[in-house]
């Protein structure tokens, strides 16, 4: 068996790593650190705010606590953080650390928060869930009356090009509404003000329970969206806003539409061929869902094989799946490279984890440039890639 | 090298058994060692006169120093020592002593090793003495009374296990007379039951208690007294068992059914 996503670890470092002036301490053993680090460090090899207790033979015996304390005491000294995030482990769950008591001895001007994220007691949805749950508590404020303010929640710190998307989200938004908190792509503070906004939109359904426990809890409206790809993707944005807000997009809508067949006009022709090929896509809840919507309804083609994640228990079972389809395509992340070499078809990295591609140019999936960027990746896998480069000519 | 393991439910007598045999065996002329494989490490108390340093105490300090001394007779004590009750995890620990024992060789050139070990297999670290060839007979302690002996059928599951796979047996069953109400019968019907024998009797008595408040043996405080010559026999017995068995465990109710 073979996991389509992380473990429970993985999703709360997805939800808080993100968070840029907040620090994660995993209670953990050193292999955690690393292989969480291995997801996002090649987005930004400087960006380097985790660290770990490192539990070793003695911390099991005789309990990790004090290492816990140490490190705890560590990490504020080093890197000053305006929130430490404290990330259990598989071994320190399963010790019984009493780490929500350790955690409790720090009261000082930085928040210490404690996340449970044993990686045997879920996957990274639970994980993200988990780490949304610790920081409701320190949520607060009110949503500002008459204001047009929205909040992205859903995404991961470490999601592919996940700045790019964001600066060209808030690029649609334009100046008629204020992006107010990316969980997680944020600093802290506008995380703990994030109830000052509107409204709630909700990419993927990981960040759900918060979004209905901030609705309770601050009377924030939320709105599940898809991931924006594609005109179709930000027509959904710009309906999902118009329904709570005072708003109206129609304009902006019309000049992307124009901007992105402007650009598409260049390579009209290899668009063409693009029409009904076979595609494979695995993805992420609503990344997965924006990315077969663009394709089928914008680029014409054939989506033969699909899996969200969250509804797959074995990778394999994708695999298996896409063996047996026709797919000349592959959208999804770094653990479907192995199967895109296998059936001798391009990779187009989209979803988390990303780990063996850079993004250096600042170039989005998002909005006009980003359907252009996507464009720019089909093609020229398509054309790089020998068995289907003779599709583009026909 | 006869590599012993006693268990048993909690309190029912082990490091008390376990330090008398070491105590009667080293009489008879043997090298004897008692390793203690109880977090509590109070298992060579009465033997050493004292509580020694644990392995994992050393360990953790990774200071190398000593974890073996010399006790009544010069039966070799050890203690595994374990975490501060409700932290860490002990079973892990008993894993670490263990290998750790081993790579230090401490036992080598012994005529006898008693392995004491916590009142339960409650984890995999708990049946590290009956893994790996670390012990080749086990003895259950018990009473006649039902909570022991559904611990002892519970032991005897632990030991099937890894008799399938291993080289270790159980030997025999120590029937702990200090029970309010002591049926012998229920003893052995459980014992032939499982598939061995009650090797010896151990019967009540108070001296006990007075010897171990004075950190002996009751074979060091009262050597005439006896129920010395209770544990002087069973100690033969054990040295001259040749009978060991794959123990075939009851199911709950049996065990109910046994003990009414």
Same mark, same amino acid.
Request: aromatic letters at 8%; charged letters at 20%; one cysteine or more.
């Given at each position: ?8 670890? !993985? ?27 291995? !997801? ?65 001895? !720090? ?28 920081? &409701? ?7 500002? %009356? ?56 909700v990419l993927n359904e990981q960040a759900l329970p918060l979004a209905k426990a901030m609705q309770e809890r601050f009377g924030i409206p939320y ?21 709570? &807000? ?15 067949? %402007? ?55 994708? !695999? ?18 192995? &199967? ?34 996507? &464009? %720019? ?18 | 090298? @006869?590599?012993?393991?006693? *268990? ?51 360990? #953790? ?11 009544y007779r010069d039966i070799l004590c050890i203690e595994a020592g374990g975490p501060e009750p409700g932290t860490g995890c002990a079973g892990r ?10 790579? #230090? ?9 008693? *392995? ?33 002996? *559904? ?9 099937? @296990? ?6 270790? #047996? ?45 950190? @002996? ?18 100690? @033969? ?24």
């Amino acid at each position: 068996m073979r996991t389509p996503r992380g473990c429970k670890l !993985f999703g709360a470092q997805q939800a808080l790593g993100g968070i840029r002036d907040g620090i994660i301490l995993f209670h953990s053993v050193i292999g955690c650190n690393f292989g969480s680090m291995s !997801f996002h460090v090649p987005a930004d090899m400087r960006d380097i705010r985790q660290t770990c207790t490192v539990i070793n033979d003695s911390d099991i015996i005789f309990s990790g606590e004090d290492s816990l304390r140490k490190a705890i005491h560590n990490a504020l000294d080093l890197f000053h953080p305006s929130v430490l995030f404290v990330v259990s482990g598989c071994v320190s769950e399963i010790i019984g650390d009493d780490i929500a008591t350790v955690v409790s001895e !720090f009261s000082g001007s930085v928040p210490v928060i404690y996340v449970e994220a044993a990686g045997f007691r879920g996957d990274s949805k639970s994980g993200y869930e988990a780490a949304c749950w610790a920081l &409701l508590p320190y949520l607060q404020g009110n949503p500002v %009356e008459g204001g047009n303010a929205v909040n992205l929640l859903g995404l991961g710190g470490d999601d592919y090009r996940i700045q790019e998307d964001v600066a060209a989200f808030q690029r649609l938004l334009g100046e008629q509404v204020a992006l107010h908190t990316v969980l997680s792509h944020c600093s802290w503070e506008e995380m703990r003000t994030a109830p000052q906004a509107n409204l709630n939109l909700v990419l993927n359904e990981q960040a759900l329970p918060l979004a209905k426990a901030m609705q309770e809890r601050f009377g924030i409206p939320y709105e599940p969206i898809s991931y924006p790809y594609g005109v179709t993707g930000v027509k959904e944005v710009y309906s999902a806003l118009g329904r709570h &807000l005072e708003v109206e997009y129609q304009t902006e809508c019309q000049e992307i539409e124009r901007s992105a067949a %402007e650009g598409a006009s260049k390579v009209y022709p290899y668009l063409q061929a693009l029409y009904g090929m076979p595609a494979a896509v695995i993805g992420s809840g609503g990344r997965a869902d924006g990315m077969r919507r663009f394709l089928e309804q914008e680029l014409g083609m054939e989506v033969v094989c699909f899996c969200r994640r969250e509804e797959l228990r074995d990778l394999e079972d994708f !695999f298996m799946l896409a063996r047996q389809s026709e797919a000349a395509l592959l959208f999804g992340s770094s653990f479907e490279l192995e &199967l895109a070499e296998e059936l001798g078809i391009p990779l187009i990295r989209y979803d988390y984890p990303v780990f063996d591609e850079i993004s250096l140019t600042g170039n989005p999936f998002v909005g006009a440039v980003g359907i252009l960027s996507l &464009l %720019e990746s089909i093609l020229n896998s398509v054309m790089q890639t020998p068995s289907l480069k003779g599709a583009l000519y026909q | 090298m @006869k590599k012993i393991c006693v *268990y048993g439910k909690g309190g029912i007598g082990k490091s008390t058994t376990v330090s008398n045999l070491a105590a009667a065996m080293a009489e008879s002329g043997l090298k004897v060692a008692v390793v203690g494989c109880d977090p509590k490490s109070d298992s060579t108390r009465n033997l050493a006169g004292r509580r020694i340093p644990t392995v994992l105490d050393i360990l #953790r300090e990774d200071s190398g120093g000593q974890v073996a001394f010399l006790g009544y007779r010069d039966i070799l004590c050890i203690e595994a020592g374990g975490p501060e009750p409700g932290t860490g995890c002990a079973g892990r620990g008993i894993i670490a002593a263990m290998q750790e024992i081993r790579s #230090r060789q401490l036992l080598d050139h012994r005529d006898v090793v008693l *392995y004491d070990v916590l009142g339960d297999v409650v984890c995999g670290g708990f049946s590290m003495p009956l893994r790996e060839g670390i012990a080749d007979d086990v003895y259950l302690v018990t009473t006649s009374d039902f909570m022991a002996i *559904y611990a002892a059928n519970n032991i005897c599951r632990g030991i099937r @296990k890894y008799a399938q796979s291993g080289s270790v #047996r159980l030997a025999g069953i120590i029937h702990n007379g200090r029970s309010s109400v002591d049926n012998p019968l229920t003893v052995a019907a459980f014992a032939s039951c499982v598939g061995s024998n009650v090797i010896g009797y151990i019967p009540m008595t108070s001296a006990i208690g007075q010897a171990e408040l004075s950190r @002996k043996t009751l074979l060091e405080a009262e050597p005439e007294h006896p129920v010395s010559g209770h544990f002087r026999t069973l100690a @033969k017995a054990i040295l001259e068992n040749s009978h060991s068995c794959i123990p075939t465990p009851l199911s709950d109710e049996e065990v109910e059914s046994l003990c009414r």
